[in-house]
């Protein structure tokens, strides 16, 4: 009795604090046996996954990623629209990848194998085996959950797209059975394509991880075990809760470090692990100093980050295809021995796969349907970063005298793209890969801080904490993030989002004319009399007299703003005068020109559109301004130095 007792508070208590330290709801928790066989090149897994069905109606069958297989053969969906590439690296015919399910059961209770179907929702390539379907044998009942056991091997690719191994580094990533998300009543499971990311729950995660004893190992979570085993193994077990994923690395050749990050405001304390490459260590230090200042970015910025490690993996020499991708509290970077510091390659991605850990990781949005909510917000929160610590004007570049900074170097890319795609769109549905990344990446991003100058920092500030508060460990979509800007600011934005989310148009204002002219005094027929110059005419008495050269002059100063693609922004215009005065005027943008007409003693000597360069989406800053000569005419007016150089330089060789 009192034993039970005990046990009973004890549990309680357990069960208090499991309850207090959960983040998200776990809809899934994952109990994973994985062994690497180096010869086969293949992890042979058992997984016990236990899959809560959250909604409100009864489910009767489920869905699988199986990833791997998008590895199979020249016919799955993957390769086909890939043509066999991935950002520059090819596959190897003599290594495809693939997963085998063996067998799957309800715990101790029938088996499903004979189940199983490959169903492919979005294209219907019946040589496309990346989702799994089974039939349940009773539904499962809202708020209930059914526990499955599945038994599966995964043979690797040799590494051309994220995963996968080369020599003796494994990277382990979408490599087991992983139930699709059960959202707005039905399965999201999409196929693995050539431009796509992932979707999954969140939930608990567990697993053994079993590898020859010189391996290294590094793995999502905490290691909470480690175990030799007498056949020469070693087996580390790692644990991860209110995670969606997990993935793990393993190579004799990586030197691991450990460092302890800690910060005052907000409360930070978590454990930096770096698994470098051997012939990379030397690049070490580039990748611990990223790591800090991408901790502190985002603690600060966003909330304090929640997990008790964060992971980097250096990938080896020749498998950079594995290299800057982000997996829950573990990425791969990438970096070459040979790189000088004033190429921040290392520095970028670190921040940027680290910043995943919060727009992907923590956001849990649908990277399928919308991965600007993920690359867009990461690459704009990731340009923040590198500006602050590396310097605005320099924060990409700062080598041999020349300097870029990350910003512009996503301006260039949207610069040069064509009018094909908006940014909302199935990732698989762009027209090619560099429309997809140039509209989620970079356009995203563009947008996200042109929103930043339209808002001021501070509210844009409030707009992120807001996001972020709201959906971490959730699944938000675009209309929520509207949602939330439009109530963090206090303004109505649907002009703003509705053009550049979900149009494929551009953004380009600039000035058209500026003229101006002397304006001399009447002269010729006014009401029927000749009327002579008035100045020449002289005061009445005192006869005509020459002009003075000294006389006050009038000037009529014409200025036209013109708005020369489709989106329609608020502009601000600035004229200056010849005596130093500034006019500022607005126009609603809407027509394709406004004129404005100043008469006065002094001229126009310059006008601009956007002086403040808040609009950092308008694809043309080299027509923003034009300075009078002092011949009269007009001129354009490159403003912005190395950028406004290479944007000029890139209009003659492409557009
Ligand atoms: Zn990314």
Known sequence: MKKTVWLLAGGILLLHAGLAASLSRRVVAYDIKARLVPDAKSVEGHEVLTWTNESAEPVSEMQFHLYMNAFKNNRTTFMKESGGAHRGFRMDKENWGYITVGSIAVQDGPDLTGTITYIQPDDGNPDDRTVMKIALPEPVAPGGAVTLVIDFVTRMPRVFARSGFVGDFYMIGQWFPKVGVFWNGAWNCHQYHAHSEFFADYGSFRAELTVPDAYVVGATGKRAATVKNADGTTTYTHIQEDVHDFAWTACPEFVEFREPFSLADPPVRTEMIFLVHRSHVGQKDRYV???????????????????????????????????????????????????????????????????????????????????????????????????????????????????????????????????????????????????????????????????????????????????????????????????????????????????????????????????????????????????????????????????????????????????????????????????GREVRETWDGRERWKRFVYVGPEKAVSAEVDPGHKLLLDVNFTNNSRVLEPDGRAVRKFALGFAGWFQALLSLVSL
């Open 289 to 579: 100093r990223a790591l800090r200042n991408g901790l502190e970015f985002y603690s600060q910025s966003y909330g304090p980050y929640p997990y008790e490690t964060v992971t980097l993996v250096d990938p080896a020499p020749g498998a950079m295809a594995a290299g800057g991708m982000e997996y829950p509290t573990l990425f791969t970077a990438d970096t070459f021995s040979w790189l000088p510091r004033g190429i921040r390659l290392p520095e970028m991605v670190t921040i940027h796969e680290f910043g995943h850990g919060y727009w992907y990781g923590i956001v849990g949005s649908n990277e399928f349907e919308e991965a600007w909510l993920d690359e867009g917000i990461n690459s704009y929160s990731e340009a923040k970063a590198m500006d602050k610590y590396y310097g605005a004007d320099r924060s990409m570049i700062d080598f041999l005298g020349i300097r870029i900074g990350d910003v512009p170097y996503q301006r260039l890319n949207v610069i040069a793209s064509g009018r094909f795609d908006p940014i909302v769109r199935n990732s698989w549905s762009f027209v090619g890969g560099s429309s997809y990344s140039i509209n989620v990446y970079q356009k995203a991003s563009l947008m996200m801080q042109t929103l930043e100058r339209l808002l001021g920092e501070d509210v844009m500030s409030r707009v992120m904490k807001s996001y972020y508060e709201r959906w971490k460990f959730r699944h938000p979509t675009t209309a929520d993030f509207v949602r939330v800007a439009e109530e963090a600011s206090g303004r109505d934005l649907g002009w703003f989002f509705d053009q550049v989310l979900y149009s494929p148009d551009k953004l380009d204002y600039g000035i058209s004319d500026l003229r101006v002219y002397e304006l001399a005094p009447p002269d010729g027929v006014f009401n029927g009399t000749r009327t002579e110059s008035a100045p020449d005419a002289g005061p009445p008495g005192r006869g005509k007299q020459p002009a003075s050269p000294d006389a006050p002059k009038t000037y009529r100063s014409e200025v036209v703003a013109a708005r020369f693609a489709e989106w329609i922004f608020p502009q601000e215009i600035l004229v200056r005068f010849a005596d």
